[in-house]
T-cell receptor
Framework: SQQGEEDPQALSIQEGENATMNCSYK?????LQWYRQNSGRGLVHLIL?????REKHSGRLRVTLDTSKKSSSLLITASRAADTASYFC???????????FGGGTRVLVKP | SQTIHQWPATLVQPVGSPLSLECTVE??????LYWYRQAAGRGLQLLFY??????ISSEVPQNLSASRPQDRQFILSSKKLLLSDSGFYLC????????????FGPGTRLTVT
């Protein structure tokens, strides 16, 4: 089964609204990362949050991590049409260097 | 700065034909290298990773193999393609330190007919 599972699988919002997506995982992790993928392209790293961090910001992105619940959330504030993409969470286990990806959340931002 | 290249961008191959996808990284030394496959609308499945020349770890049993003949070159191969090998193949690299982010190539869209 997937180490990371995103929720929801798909999200449709209007430009200017906030988009929130969640990720759950099963085992202890070293860090959790979020990536974006535009249709038919490679993935782009967005943000990394370590297991001893609870919240991290990068521009319009806010990531939280709750290790007691084994979950993370990604918030995109004031969304733009260019934010339309699939978003994936990925985890690295405590003693590893391999990323395990979830199934992704497809976000559509309507202008 | 570092860049990663993959080719070809798209490929249509008949069942039973061989496969060779190439990935090269520029601007860094001793990277960790990764091959992933992504089915349509799904997440990424790690196929192989390498921490050095000739060092390949396979994550799932399959019809594919990987090789790393040079420090910054990673090749994905198959002797005989199956229909189920169709998908989007992504190469990625990371710094040798553990737990860092990965940088992805543009991908190869493989269709086996």
């Amino acid at each position: 089964s997937q180490q990371g599972e995103e929720d929801p699988q798909a999200l449709s919002i209007q430009e200017g609204e906030n988009a929130t997506m969640n990720c759950s995982y099963k085992t202890s992790i070293n860090n959790l990362q979020w990536y974006r993928q535009n249709s038919g392209r490679g993935l782009v790293h967005l943000i990394l949050i370590r297991s001893n961090e609870r919240e991290k910001h990068s521009g319009r992105l806010r990531v939280t991590l709750d290790t007691s619940k084994k979950s993370s959330s990604l918030l995109i504030t004031a969304s733009r049409a260019a934010d339309t993409a699939s978003y994936f969470c990925a985890t690295i286990k405590a003693a590893g260097n391999k990323l395990t990806f979830g199934g992704g959340t497809r976000v559509l931002v309507k202008p | 700065s570092q860049t990663i290249h993959q080719w070809p961008a798209t490929l249509v191959q008949p069942v039973g034909s061989p496969l060779s996808l190439e990935c090269t990284v520029e601007g860094t030394s001793n990277p960790n290298l990764y091959w992933y496959r992504q089915a349509a609308g799904r997440g990424l499945q790690l196929l192989f990773y390498s921490v050095g020349i000739g060092q390949i770890s396979s994550e799932v049993p399959q019809n594919l193999s990987a090789s790393r003949p040079q420090d910054r070159q990673f090749i994905l191969s198959s002797k005989k393609l199956l229909l189920s090998d169709s998908g989007f193949y992504l190469c990625a690299w990371s710094f040798r330190d553990r737990g860092t982010e990965q940088y992805f190539g543009p991908g190869t869209r493989l269709t086996v007919t």
